[in-house]
């Protein structure tokens, strides 16, 4: 049969529009599904970031609903307590107590005392909901308490929160213990630098190796106030305890509120003074000396830890002055309160602990020392890492401990996230969280 020259062409060309090789069709069909994944889960992650993290509220609005009963009368001053310990007649132990947990402080290994002390007595915490923390960095509400029912009272809170007093207040008794810790804000900003830097947006355009020398050759060039997590590269420890971080230095109100935070707290520790902070703390409370022991927890690595110069901590004192303004105060009361305990005193029961907590060393700890992340056996022993590196240190228990000490053993050793869980809260979110880092390795 004769063909028309068109017809004649068609089926010439007609083989060169082949269609695509099947292991090539199949490859861009798995990219694009690829796509279409990635997208969901990002959405995912970013519903779920902006529910579990709430937005920084700069005002004191609590979230409480109103009327609801406070546990004790909102006081504007906490009383006074007077330190029993060796006095005539004994004293009672104190069971009401609030702390106020700051940022890199030590004030994980003081939470591990709290929690122990609590657990052992059967007293009641006031726990975070679905994850370890109080919504942070918005300020503190009774109703973010855990089964929280109006009235309900507590004996310990805790946890990380942004501290508003009043709502505080309502949950404990009157007569409640009210702690906090403070760290040299120079020594606070660097460990804080490099724990959450890289959740500060505004530090990713720093160039260069050592981007903390980098930032503070100009801070003011970086730093965006109203930048997601700035707080914890400003003032931190204004900002913890609830008050305006960015607040002019020359304000009337930076004394104001020192002199705040003097009359509510009774008790102000310092994390370069531990051993002599927990032995007034000891005393304040009418605790044992076994209340106090403790090993170090969520401590980094030798090699994570930058060491500041002269110069770069002189800078770092002035970026943070206000926490300067406030540690200079607390330091002077501190030595203040050793010098009302005595000083030959204070330098006995300095090393009565220090002997305990060696003693408890030896019968805890496989090879007496803190070991990297990648060296922990025991997964219940494993302590929260910062994005992107595994710098904080744990501990391997022993496998043969005797009957008397296990269990307190286990209890100082365990990290915050799981002796949380062992007390029964409800960490969905921090647990989710945690199982999309581990898929994603970072």
Not at 309 to 323: I, M
Request: charged content about 25%; hydrophobic content about 40%; proline content about 6%.
């Amino acid at each position: 049969m004769w063909l028309s020259q068109g017809e004649e062409r068609g089926i010439q060309t007609r083989p060169e529009v082949s269609e695509m090789p099947l292991p090539q069709k199949k490859r861009w069909e798995s990219m694009a599904k690829g796509l279409v994944l990635g997208a969901l889960f990002t959405s995912f992650l970013l519903l779920l970031y902006s529910y579990a993290v709430p937005p920084l509220h700069t005002g004191l609005a609590s979230t409480t609903p109103e009327g609801a009963a406070p546990c004790s009368p909102a006081l504007s001053e906490p009383e006074a307590l007077t330190p029993a310990n060796g006095s005539v007649g004994g004293c009672q132990p104190r069971r009401d107590i609030v702390f106020m947990k700051t940022h890199k402080t030590a004030s994980s290994t003081l939470l591990n005392i709290l929690f122990r002390f609590g657990q052992k007595h059967g007293l009641k915490f006031a726990f975070p909901n679905g994850r370890n923390d109080f919504d942070y960095p918005a300020f503190f509400a009774r109703s973010l308490v855990q089964d929280y029912r109006p009235g309900a009272c507590f004996n310990i809170i805790c946890n990380h929160m942004r501290f508003h007093y009043d709502e505080v207040r309502g949950l404990v008794p009157p007569n409640a213990t009210f702690i906090t810790v403070l760290r040299d804000p120079a020594r606070l900003f660097e460990s804080s630098f490099h724990y959450f830097g890289s959740v500060v947006p505004f530090t990713w355009k720093l160039s260069g190796r050592d981007k903390l020398a980098k930032f503070l050759q100009d801070p003011d060039r970086y730093y965006d106030p109203h930048g997601y997590n700035a707080h914890y590269l400003h003032n931190l420890l204004f900002f913890d305890l609830g008050y305006d971080s960015d607040l002019d230095p020359g304000s009337p109100q930076v004394q104001e509120h020192i002199l705040e935070v003097e009359r509510r707290f009774h008790l102000v520790l310092l994390q370069e003074y531990f051993d002599e902070s927990l032995v007034l703390l000891k005393d304040l409370l009418c605790w044992e000396l076994e209340d106090v022991l403790y090993f170090k927890l969520n401590a980094r690595r030798a090699s994570a830890v930058p060491r500041l110069s002269g110069e770069l901590y002189r800078r770092a004192t002035a970026w943070n002055v206000l926490d300067a303004r406030l540690y200079r105060h607390f330091n002077a009361s501190f030595w203040r309160k050793v010098e009302a305990f005595g000083r030959e005193r204070m330098a006995r029961e300095v090393a009565a602990l220090r002997r305990a907590n060696e003693r408890m060393r030896r019968i805890c700890i496989d090879g007496g020392h803190a070991v990297d992340a990648t060296a922990i056996q025991d997964s219940a022993m494993q302590p929260w890492q910062p994005l992107g590196t595994k710098s904080i240190l744990g501990y391997n228990l022993k496998k043969s401990i005797g009957r008397r000490h296990a269990q307190l053993c286990r209890r100082m050793l365990t990290p915050e996230i799981q002796y949380l869980m062992d007390l029964g809260v409800n960490l969905w979110v921090t647990k989710l969280w945690k199982l999309i880092r581990d898929f994603l390795q970072w």
